[in-house]
């Protein structure tokens, strides 16, 4: 092997082992680099700090791909078994305007929000694929709020390693670690292929998880617990880790 190629095989190495551990070593970086401001209590401190941290470190994260809008897809397949709710049929009987979503655990401001709130942060428009571990896809036009907006105005705490997201389904929630929080394609979202988010597809918001297998794209979202550990948290038949 040519020096050139070992040493890219080397560094290639090193970015992917960066990617797996996430934080810590960005943290790290991100102290080494001096990226954070030094009157801020760390990396998960104000919001700002989050918002600029999350900024300068994880946007070098890899990306899913996006698609032209001629890409999307005409039939997009919702999956849903039927269900009644009771809260979940007046929510939606009300137009969703009592819709909230809580954001509560290792948060200096425990939150909830209304979907006109959620409206009112900057949002984001992807055109990307959901992929079923069943083995079909489909692409659409996600339209929602980064993820890392929310957790940013939550406050999240130092401690943080983990978000978990529940659906108003009892038996729905899943989690991501923070790197996959903060990752910019992280959404929630309310709109779908330039209108809102039919009910099939997880009326009134859901998130949408691009990178990892479309289990993770829970629907129905009403409540996201920030913790520093899954254990409690952790079950089903479902690998924790779905990326793709
Ligand atoms: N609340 C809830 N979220 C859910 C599911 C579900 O049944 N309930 N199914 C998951 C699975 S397995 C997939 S593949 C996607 C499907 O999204 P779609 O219904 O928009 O096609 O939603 C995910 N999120
Ligand atoms: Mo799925």
Not at 54 to 75: C, K, M, V, Y
Not at 88 to 113: E, I, K, M
Request: charged residues 15%.
């Amino acid at each position: 092997m040519s020096n050139f190629s070992r040493r890219k095989l080397i560094t290639t190495g090193l970015a992917a082992s960066a990617g797996a551990s996430g934080l810590a070593v960005a943290v790290r970086l991100a102290d080494r680099y001096g990226l954070i401001p030094p009157d801020y209590g760390g990396i998960y401190g104000p919001g700002t700090t989050l918002t600029y941290a999350s900024h300068r470190l994880l946007t070098g994260q890899s990306l899913a791909r996006e698609f032209p809008a001629n890409q999307i897809s005409r039939a997009p397949f919702a999956k849903l078994r039927p269900f009644t709710i009771e809260a979940y049929d007046s929510l939606r009987a009300g137009g969703f305007v009592d819709w909230r979503v809580n954001v509560d655990g290792l948060v200096a401001r425990p939150s909830s929000f209304s979907l006109a709130e959620l409206k009112g942060f900057p949002s984001r428009r992807q055109i990307t694929q959901l992929a079923c571990e069943e083995g079909w896809s489909f692409i659409a036009e996600w339209t929602g709020v980064p993820l890392m907006h929310i957790l940013s105005a939550a406050q999240t705490l130092p401690q943080a390693r983990y978000v978990v997201y529940y659906s108003i389904q009892r038996n729905w929630r899943q989690s991501i670690d923070m790197a996959d929080a903060l990752h910019p394609q992280t959404l929630l979202v309310y709109g779908m292929n330039g209108g809102e988010l039919p009910m099939g597809h997880g009326a009134p918001l859901r998130l949408s998880l691009p990178r990892q297998l479309g289990y993770k794209s829970v629907k129905f979202i009403n409540r996201i617990t920030v913790t520093d550990s899954l254990k409690q948290f952790h079950k089903g038949s479902y690998s924790w880790y779905a990326g793709i």
